[in-house]
């Protein structure tokens, strides 16, 4: 049945759709959903017929298949059949009939501490409105709703934001989405389910002075966890951090929920929750804590089984080589960092890999995305043979690989072999593993990282480590440090910010230092408690390291290859960065900049100031785009058959502005 069109009094279509007519407040209660906690309504304006309709949440999830199948008396079949050219009929088509929206209901305070309620609308992110058509859009929505509420444009997209940079707020009030959302009382990070026992604590001293006593039962709340934080049910921040902070990599990891609640001092105290049992919900879209009446019934978690199989390490003699010689299978000598770097420059230098791959997966009722890329990447109606070499080049040209040597495991294994105190002391890790003598296990540790920081480092070992370096010591410049080891970056075990670098080196002396400070952080108490806990044998394990020239950054962060926060989303990665080097967003010094960038229809929108508080400017956020579908097309290739799974890429931005990614792995889901 087509939707009647008419203008005037509002009158009920299908379900509670409404065509026409005034939006008062209860109505648009009555037909919105809920959205990250807010009242949400959908609406249609047809610039044909001079209305709008006004959708039922509930009936109709989708504004494409209500134009088509109501308004245009189309079927499914046929709209699926040319769903992408209908889309961009609706979303990018200057001169469209139709434009879309969504109207969310917002409370907040104003500058007196009164309560004030507000509309928002906004577009879909792959919109392309311009300037004109957004605030047709505003004018035609604000002419039609209540007029006691004031209503406020959100920009979906970078574009949009710099379209309404010639447009005064005066004639059109708006509102970025990270001034929206970016002091939201309780923001999603991990999603998951736990019950568990709540532990909070107000800062880290109270954390310190309990550490021992918490279990895989209890959900730890504090304002900002500590990256080595046990492994236990369930997360809770009261400060804000980042989807990609490494408390919340080890959340991904591990399977347990994380978020960012506000307001949890008031619900402890109000509901008396330290301490008691509670259920506890993230969902992509919101963040649920209830207390239980009674102490439940546990069962250890899934991860008490969950097992690491390693591959076995070969420890025969291997030369230090350097970065762009090593591929994706020496993991078993060098590590799996030095390994995925030396698969990056193979990548890069031979332009031989299709880095299509993840395009081709259907995404029904798509056949392929093919098409998205090639618009990406400006190419029009390409061969597969075209699409796949223009994707080589856009990679090749967009970022650079680190220049560097990899050390193997067998340096480290004659290290280890020169010293009986050495093997005295990895014999008696050894032993109280086997027999799980968990109240030893921190001081054996320690004890062993401290044999290995000062035990001397064999001749033979030490020069084939300086002999690396061609160059005379007093002409090296600042040298980084960093571990490579086979337990890290594996599907199910990243062990993210669990091993040592070292960022400040210049003499050998301190290239010795460092390669035996990254040695001694595979023993530490941390790391040998997370192996163990997913069964891998400390005879197993063993450390590479990478040595590299340091390079000055203006710019520098992380980027997965998907919504940390919306698994099902195969269109947008997430990237965060700050000024300088990527280590102080790595290690949560700084509050970062978080972006999302759609790499099937394009554009991008941005999350959040953090620290820095003023947005990258056009140009800068532009390169930006260029390095989110870069990661998306690397995908396709270090994902192995698993097209879909994402990528964690550490990168950084010269100070000549060119993008070099300084570790690439799995991103753990």
């Given amino acids: 049945m087509t939707a009647r069109l008419f203008t005037g009094v509002a009158e009920p279509v299908t379900d509670r759709t409404v065509v026409g007519g005034y939006l008062s407040l209860p109505l648009f209660r009555t037909l919105s959903g809920v959205l990250a906690g807010h009242p949400y309504l959908k609406v249609v304006v047809d610039r044909a017929e001079d209305t709008w309709h006004l959708l039922d949440t509930a009936a109709h999830p989708f504004h494409v298949n209500y134009i088509a199948t109501r308004v245009l008396g189309m079927e499914l079949e046929a709209l699926d059949a040319e769903l992408d050219a209908f889309n961009a009929s609706v979303y990018m088509d200057p001169g469209r009939r139709f434009l879309l929206g969504v109207l969310s209901l917002h409370t907040d305070e104003d500058a007196e501490g009164r309560e004030r309620t507000f509309l928002v609308l906004e577009t879909t992110e792959a919109d392309t409105m311009d300037g004109e058509l957004l605030a047709f859009f505003h004018e035609f929505v604000r002419a039609r709703v209540d007029g006691r509420l004031p209503l406020l444009l959100k920009p979906a997209n970078h574009g949009q934001e710099e379209e309404l940079a010639a447009i005064s707020e005066q004639r059109l009030p708006r509102i970025l989405s ?9 923001t999603p ?52 951090i980042t989807p990609l902070s490494h408390t919340n990599v080890l959340a991904s990891g591990w399977g347990i929920p994380n978020a960012i609640v506000r307001d949890l001092a008031e619900l402890v105290e109000r509901d008396g929750l330290d301490g008691a ?48 010689r090593l591929r994706a299978g020496d993991r078993d000598r060098y590590g799996t960092k030095a390994a995925n770097l030396g698969e990056l420059h193979h990548v890069l230098d031979s332009r031989s890999a299709d880095l299509t791959a993840f395009y081709g997966r259907p995404r029904p009722p798509r056949e392929d995305l093919y098409g998205h890329l090639a618009a990406r990447l400006g190419l029009d109606a390409p061969s597969r043979a075209e699409l796949r070499s223009r994707a080589s ?55 062993l990282q401290h044999l290995i920081r000062h035990t001397p480092v064999p001749g033979s070992v030490a020069r084939r480590i300086d002999e690396a370096f061609p160059v005379p010591e007093a002409s090296r410049g600042r040298l980084v440090v960093r571990s490579s080891s086979n337990a890290e970056d594996l599907p199910g075990f990243s062990a993210a910010g669990v091993y040592d670098s070292v960022t400040t080196v210049h003499s050998t002396a301190e290239l010795l230092d460092a390669v035996r400070q990254v040695w001694a952080s595979l023993v530490s108490p941390r790391s040998v408690r997370l192996r ?132 690439i792995r799995p991103y753990a889901l």
């Fill in 178 to 186: 990270h001034e929206l959302f970016g002091s939201r009382t309780r």
């Fill in 532 to 663: 163990h806990q997913v069964g891998i044998s400390l005879d197993d394990t063993y450390m590479g390291v990478i040595v590299q020239e340091y390079v000055p950054a203006s710019l520098g962060g992380v980027l997965v290859t998907c919504d940390p926060t919306r698994r099902e989303d195969f269109r947008n990665v997430y990237l965060n960065c700050s000024p300088g080097s990527p280590e102080q967003v790595v290690e949560g010094s700084v509050l970062p900049q978080q972006y999302l960038y759609n790499t099937v229809e394009g554009g991008g929108r941005t999350v959040a100031l953090g620290s820095w508080g003023e947005a990258l400017p056009p140009a800068a956020r532009a390169r930006l785009a260029d390095l989110s579908l870069t990661g998306r097309l690397l995908q396709s290739h270090f994902s192995g058959s698993d097209v879909d799974r994402p990528l964690d890429i550490e990168w950084l931005m010269t100070e000549r502005g060119d993008f070099r990614l300084v570790q």
């Fill in 393 to 447: 080049d856009f990679v090749a040209d967009t970022v650079g690989a680190p220049e560097g040597v990899a050390l193997p495991f067998s340096l480290q294994q004659h290290f280890l072999a020169s010293s009986p105190a050495l093997q005295q002391g990895i014999g008696k890790l050894k032993m109280a593993l086997e027999l799980d003598a968990t109240d030893v296990l921190d001081s054996l540790c320690l004890h």
């Fill in 277 to 324: 049992w509670v259920g506890y919900r993230v969902s992509e879209d919101a963040v649920t804590l209830e207390r239980l009446a009674e102490e439940p019934e546990l069962r250890a978690p899934a991860w008490h089984q969950q097992r690491i199989r390693l591959e076995p390490p070969l420890l025969a003699d291997a030369p230090v080589l350097a970065l762009h």
């Fill in 189 to 240: 990070l991990n999603p998951g389910e736990a019950v568990g026992r709540l532990r909070h604590f107000r800062d880290h001293e109270e954390y310190a002075a309990a550490e021992s006593t918490l279990g895989w039962s209890d959900i730890v709340a504090m304002p900002c966890l500590p990256d080595d934080v046990p492994r236990v049910a369930g997360f809770l921040n009261t400060a804000p």
